[in-house]
């Protein structure tokens, strides 16, 4: 947000004085147009259209401003109601209603316009002010380069060039334009293609697909998707020539990858039969220039319009087409493609970015009730087929998770394996998932879909933490989403910090928690035996058989074993059993899925996961009287507290659980020969354990040991190099002080610490710390990084496992989820409602039979029947047509 501003001129305050309680220092001429313009969009929609074609919430002066702009765009986008009370309540949601100068700063802003219709010239003030200000700051970049000097002289020429360039491209806007401005040249013959019935939507000038879909209907998103080469662009201009030209129908085609002079060259190669070739070479015989001139005035007045701009955003577009929409009827959108796009902001993630475009187009289609075609590319997957055929898959970016693969569901908090979601058929599964300040949000998991048989690896976290997957699933890093075919060792990936409380908490009775609790850890429910418990903690026994009494009635009988020191209570069930009458402990143990099973096979039910912070708190610390360890360690100087059980669900279940209170566990495999791996989840650092005895402690006996490790943690400064941000985060540090002014001197002088050159640099920085710098710096990004929900895991190894069948998922608005305790992203969003993957055998195979053939994969129609349409590929004339009948 601040790298396009600097320290411009006397009046004006260094960006980390800046805020809403900095508002007369702001210049007033900028204040005011500013403050206007965010008043007529929040009293008018379509001044927020017109508004979105001139400004980006980088523009404002005012760090509120933009906070303001950004979320009347979020609102808009989303197709919400756009006013005072929605977007305070969405900045209220974001933790920036403080920031802006809360609800009153608002109201201020609808009282500083009285005439919504100015809301364009309020914008180009805006627009200009903030150009002037980066031409400023351009210069001093300029003239910071010419005094340090670095590299060649030509290269440095180039880059000052650059600087200027991108100030200038900024203030450059291009806009559609009537085909009829376009065509300087004539078109000759056009190839007719009969009406064949009554089109109930936009015909696409196929009469096969037509067929097949009833034309393109209003309020849908159609993808075409292929691999680069394979003509995409050529079938989407196919398209628009079929609505506009033939049939009159008013169309866009917005191009990110074409110039209109190009894209005008296709048309009329297309509609003249000249090729393509010879219109760009000039190779222009007689023949060929009477039939351009021929068709001239017809392609002339059809009502297609053309945009090539460049960096178009969504919301750009969205303007663009509401206008077309009014004056011109629009029928038909063509994005070409969804890849080039951008959003116009900083985002973490390219990936997620163009996840989010697909379900802003299915809203665009919805809001101007016309059909959206979007253009896509497909990855590799093709390539690695014999046949070479795409897949529907292979529009999916994501790759996939194993069918065992727990995801954290937000609604109760417990996880639900991605093979039983398929299996369920479930939709609509609120999941938790990070957005894109850091901070775990629930979202809708609406689906889960299997992708095939792939390879899969073992990608196993320094925490212990693991989780399979094929080499394309992207994991969060701190530069972004990677695969994991290209993590390696001590990369930092995400986990999360700490589990918020499930969206709709439970609370059961205490007797059941507490007895669950004993039961897992040191209870005994198999089948055809007795079900017993044994401890040498009589704190321990009394709470069992208590609990048991008043939860089902059941009288403990005591065995003592003196030679082993433990006594155990058996727990008999309170009356006869006859047929079909059970102990009520195996009953209910067996309406979660526990009688029968042993200790390597035990695990905490969901219920548990969906108490509230009290009862979790509670099951733990009576979980921790069992198989638990809480003691100081004289020798080490430090706090030995973990949980000690020989199943590994089990295990991640506690680690689970321990993220409620912000805990992040660590796992370790005890192995011995001759014996089932044991596994003891950690709790590592003066910080946590302090917040384990606090927050939890322990039944029992082992109370002390909760006392004594809080009476030696006194005063020992936590280790901070536990919960820390990777060492990149410098780079925006560094960033920022090139932008405020500052030199690293001063700046380590701010942190109060001793300045020693580049090692500052390389080690990764504390919260607390880069918080810190956060601050001196004035940067609100990094200050959400410093407080987001993440914990930075980091790589311990990714083994090959074999092929499994994998699975994918859809999440609406973040597209990521955790699986396994470690975030993980979706598939490219789905909301297409048709998806034509467009294939040519002989791109790959110039031997082939299908010569100039084609094949229209209709791969999905949520509305009809799926179906392969052959079609005649003329690449020399730049146009798909019908196969000759």
């Not at 291009?174 to 009829?180: F, G, R, V």
């Not at 403990?556 to 006594?567: H, I, K, Q």
């Not at 791996?677 to 002390?704: K, P, S, T």
């Not at 500052?760 to 918080?771: C, N, Y």
């Amino acid at each position: 947000m601040s790298e396009q501003r600097g320290q411009w001129s006397d009046n004006v305050v260094p960006f980390e004085q800046r805020g809403s309680g900095y508002a007369d220092r702001t210049p007033p001429q900028d204040l005011a147009a500013e403050q206007s313009v965010l008043g007529a969009m929040l009293l008018s929609k379509d001044a927020i259209g017109e508004v979105t074609e001139v400004l980006k919430g980088r523009d404002f002066y005012r760090p509120a401003h933009e906070y303001v702009f950004d979320a009347v765009m979020d609102l808009y986008g989303a197709g919400e109601p756009v006013d005072a009370i929605t977007v305070a309540d969405h900045l209220g949601k974001k933790g920036q209603i403080s920031q802006i100068g809360g609800h009153i700063y608002l109201h201020e802003l609808l009282s500083s316009v009285s005439v919504t219709a100015n809301a364009t010239y309020y914008a180009e003030i805006v627009r200009d002010k903030a150009i002037l200000r980066r031409l400023v700051d351009a210069s001093m970049k300029i003239s910071q380069m010419g005094y340090q000097a670095e590299g060649d002289v030509t290269g440095i020429v180039d880059r000052a060039q650059q600087t200027i360039y991108e100030v200038a491209e900024n203030r450059t806007k291009e806009d559609y334009q009537p085909l009829s401005e376009l065509v300087e040249l004539t078109l000759d013959e056009i190839e007719a293609l009969t009406q064949h019935g009554q089109m109930a939507g936009v015909p696409t000038g196929f009469i096969d697909l037509d067929h097949l879909t009833n034309g393109l209907h209003p309020g849908q998103m159609i993808i075409i998707a292929a691999r680069p080469g394979m003509g995409k662009s050529t079938l989407g201009l196919d398209f628009a020539r079929a609505a506009s030209i033939r049939h009159g129908l008013c169309s866009v085609f917005f191009s990110l990858e074409m110039t209109k002079s190009e894209i005008v060259m296709r048309l009329m190669s297309a509609e003249s039969g000249v090729p393509l070739n010879a219109i760009r070479k000039g190779d222009m015989t007689e023949e060929y220039w009477q039939r351009i001139s021929n068709k001239t005035a017809q392609v002339s007045r059809a009502p297609l319009f053309i945009d090539d701009s460049p960096n178009l955003t969504m919301m750009e577009i969205r303007a663009k087409a509401r206008r077309l929409k009014q004056r011109n009827d629009l029928k038909l959108i063509i994005i070409d493609y969804m890849q080039l796009m951008t959003s116009g902001k900083k985002v973490e993630s390219r990936q997620l970015e163009v996840s989010e475009f697909s379900r802003q187009i299915k809203l665009l289609a919805k809001e101007l009730e016309v059909p959206v075609v979007a253009l896509s590319q497909l990855n590799r997957g093709p390539e690695a087929r014999q046949d070479k055929k795409p897949m529907l898959s292979d529009l999916r970016e994501s790759g996939c998770l194993t069918a065992d693969t727990r995801v954290l569901r937000a609604d109760t908090g417990a996880e639900v394996t991605m093979g039983s979601l398929l299996e369920s058929g479930e939709r609509n599964v609120p999941v938790w998932s990070l957005d894109a300040s850091g901070r775990l949000v629930a979202r809708p998991m609406t689906h889960v879909f299997s992708s095939g048989v792939k390879e899969v690896f073992r990608l196993r976290l320094a925490s212990g933490r693991e989780v399979k997957a094929s080499a394309n699933h992207p994991f969060l890093t701190y530069g972004g989403w990677v695969p994991l075919g290209e993590l390696t060792e001590g990369t930092r990936v995400a986990i999360p910090r700490m589990v918020p409380q499930p969206l709709n908490p439970i609370q059961r009775d205490d007797d059941e928690v507490i007895l669950l609790a004993h039961l897992l850890g040191d209870g005994s429910f198999v089948k055809r035996q007795p079900i017993r418990y044994a401890s040498i903690d009589e704190l321990n026994l009394e709470i069992v058989a208590d609990a048991a009494d008043r939860r089902f009635g059941i009288t403990a009988v005591r065995d003592e074993y003196a030679a082993a020191r433990v006594t155990t209570l058996r727990l008999p069930a309170p009356f006869h059993l006859t047929h079909g009458r059970r102990n009520p402990i195996a009953a209910w143990l067996d309406e979660m899925g526990l009688f029968g099973k042993r200790s390597h096979e035990k695990f905490v039910p969901d219920w548990v996961h969906q108490l509230p912070r009290e009862q979790v708190g509670l099951f733990l610390s009576h979980l921790w009287a069992t198989d638990g360890s809480v003691r100081w360690d004289d020798k080490a100087g430090q706090g030995r507290i973990y949980y000690a059980t020989s199943s590994r669900r089990l295990a991640d279940d506690v680690m689970r659980l321990l993220g409620r209170f912000g805990i992040v566990a660590r796992l370790k495999t005890a192995q011995k020969a001759g014996y089932r791996d044991g596994y003891h989840v950690l709790i590592n650092g003066a910080a946590a354990q302090r917040l384990f005895c606090w927050e939890i402690g322990v039944w029992g006996a082992r109370r002390e040991g909760v006392n004594e490790v809080l009476r030696n943690l006194e005063g020992i400064v936590p280790n901070t190099n536990l919960d820390t941000v990777p060492a990149e985060a410098w780079r925006k540090v560094r960033a920022q002080l090139v932008t405020a002014g500052m030199t690293h001197r001063q700046f380590a002088a701010a942190m109060e610490t001793q300045f020693c050159g580049s090692t500052m640099w390389k080690h990764s920085p504390s919260r607390e710390r880069l918080a810190r710098a956060a601050r001196i710096v004035g940067s609100a990004e990094l200050e959400r990084e410093a407080t987001s929900d993440i914990y930075w895991d980091a790589v311990a190894s990714i083994e090959f496992v074999g092929e499994e069948e994998v699975y994918d998922a859809t999440v609406l608005d973040t597209h990521n989820f955790i699986a396994d305790g470690i975030s993980v992203h979706n598939s490219l969003e789905q909301d297409a409602d048709m998806v034509i993957l467009l294939h040519r055998e002989d791109a790959y195979d110039k031997q082939s039979p299908r010569q100039g053939e084609a094949d229209f994969i209709v791969a999905k129609h949520r509305n009809g029947a799926t179906d392969t349409l052959p079609v005649a590929f003329q690449g020399a004339l730049s146009r798909f047509v019908d196969m000759q009948r």
